[in-house]
């Protein structure tokens, strides 16, 4: 059986293994910034109240595992694309595939979902932008400017 051709390897040939500290510090960032995590915090503490701190905790041990792993293939196994690559180079094609379209869909409603929470932010300022957490049509006009 023939093995499928791996597109990335001319990319992979001009990958630079250098980072700065400010790419560094620019990459974080870019991890932390979004409204996902204030969103989340809202409504976990809304349904369970101060246990969704023990949730928040066995979450971020659960993460820490998912990412020594990617950090462990990434320093062993340097190559571009690594959200898709990696899962297929470890469990096979299919989860490749799932994870490559995941991570395309969520990067396509990022921007989407981010201006849908300014405005949210801004309802508390202007009421009339949103009703007990959904957006009225000028909160959906905005949104759509955003």
Known sequence: MARARDFGKESDKQLRKSLSKMELFYIGLGGIIGSGWLFATLYASADAGGASIL??????IL?????LAYAEISSAIPRSGGIGRYP?????GLVGFIMSW???ISTSISAAAEATASVTYLS???????????LTPLGIAIDYVF
């Open 55 to 60: 949730s928040w905790i066995i979450g971020g």
């Open 63 to 67: 993460i820490l595992f998912i990412a």
């Open 88 to 92: 297929h180079y470890t469990h096979g």
């Open 102 to 104: 995941a991570y395309l």
């Open 124 to 134: 508390s300022l202007v009421s009339s932008l949103a009703v007990h957490g959904v």
